[in-house]
């Protein structure tokens, strides 16, 4: 605050504070009366500064909570998203591991269907080669058969 000292008095200038006074006034006392204007003004504004700062500062406050809890409810969904996404992957893997032995097994029926078709074309192919070697020895006794009784 001004002391008295400190604080410019309203003499100067043009014309001077007794100038303006009434007849019944004291010159001092408007001077005091304007010192004290000056001094309530300067401690009013004071109390305004420091009003304003204090809320300054809880608006501050309350500003970078509220920042810190919209950031945790993003970052709460980001790591579920995070979650989700491992989880997903860990699934893909599995997946194309079991798709693979799949593959792996399928081929292998393939290879042993494959064999099955060829070992029974070969029991048909023997089963037609036994007829005809059948027929050929029925054909061959009743020749003999034919011969021996000619």
């Known amino acids: 605050m001004y002391s008295q000292a400190t604080l410019p008095l309203a003499h100067g ?36 500064r420091e009003r304003a700062e204090k809320a300054k500062k809880d608006a501050i406050k309350k500003a970078a909570r509220a920042a810190e809890l919209m950031v945790e409810a993003v970052n709460r969904g980001v790591q579920e998203s995070f979650i989700n996404e491992k989880r997903i992957e860990y699934e893909i893997r599995a997946l194309a591991a079991t798709i693979t032995r799949f593959t792996k097994q399928t081929d292998q029926w393939l290879t042993v269907s494959h064999s099955m078709n060829t070992a029974i074309k070969e029991i048909g192919d023997f089963e037609n080669w036994m007829k005809i070697m059948e027929f050929d020895c029925k054909s061959i006794t009743a020749a003999i058969h034919n011969i021996h009784q000619a």
């Open 13 to 48: 200038g043009a014309a001077s504070s007794s100038s303006f006074l009434l007849p019944d006034t004291e010159p001092g006392g408007l001077e005091e009366a304007l010192l004290q204007l000056v001094q309530d003004h300067h401690h009013n504004s004071l109390k305004l």
